[in-house]
């Protein structure tokens, strides 16, 4: 999501950096580590392990051992507080740079000054359109009905968008990323420069969600961009819209489905969205048409008033395109 909200492993591709800096120290041995499963754009499983490499560095000596423009991002983010700078270099001495999150993020690609692949509209719609995801949206919102009902009365954005959201990001909690976030946005801060500066400040956002919502660091998995949770929510969208929506006194997007609709109603709410109005029409609402050929739907569709607040989310058509599209199976739970 957001900010571009990378939120999701859906669909932001990147283009176009120069060069890559590696910020690993380089006297320091490497070994290569393996993890269980990994999920690359758009929540699809696409092998079967990650490769990393961890640089081994001494516990102790953390500030010494990162690199200068490592401990130059510790004292912007971290100003006068000591125990924050502490904290930080403590968790960055151990993170790690993820040759597949360069991968898997156009990253390497834009180094190599190659495009990155483009998914065709027609191949990247069933992956969100097709069974189970539909069927089990239907299911998380019989489960949830009374917590779609408060977010839409609060926030005037439809049931079926919200599904459609959460469906989309991670078939309903089911595929919420297992990338280290701190890994994730430690190697997009300081490999690829055209995106450090968001990155970077996504890295400074996460300590912060660490004091404000006691969650640990090192203890948070997402998709490689950094997004976290049923919803795929940036840090800093974390920080700034997340909501408390079942009132049990604490935010929590990583366990909570409830707060989770909430959330996605409030963002969409914050950015925009007007109620009444639809995302996408089979009706010429726009001169942005999807053509039956393009999608291989049966009709032709068409953005709509709300269209580009779903980019909000997720800078890119057919992200927003096939949220409208799965909404639009679950309109049932509109009346
Ligand atoms: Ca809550």
Redesign the pocket.
Known sequence: MNCFKWMTASAILLSGCASTQNPTPPTAPKVTMRTAVEFGTDGVKVSPSIELTKVLVPANSASSALPSEVNAFINRAAGSDAAKAQRMRSVLSRANTIDRVLSLSGAKAEAKGEKPKAIPTRDYLPRFLSEPRPTQGREFGSQYRDALNRATATYGVPQSIILAIIGVETAYGRITGNFKTVDALYTLGFNFPRRAEFFQSELAKVFELERKAGIDVEQLYGSFAGAIGYPQFMPSSYLAYA??????????LLN?P??AI?SVAAYLSAHGWKPGEAAISQQPMSDKRFSAEETGMADDWYAAANFNVIKRYNNSDKYALAVGLLAERFRVFNQ
Do not use: A, L, Q, T
């Open positions: 909501v408390d929506h079942n009132g049990d006194g604490r935010i929590d909570d409830v707060d909430g």
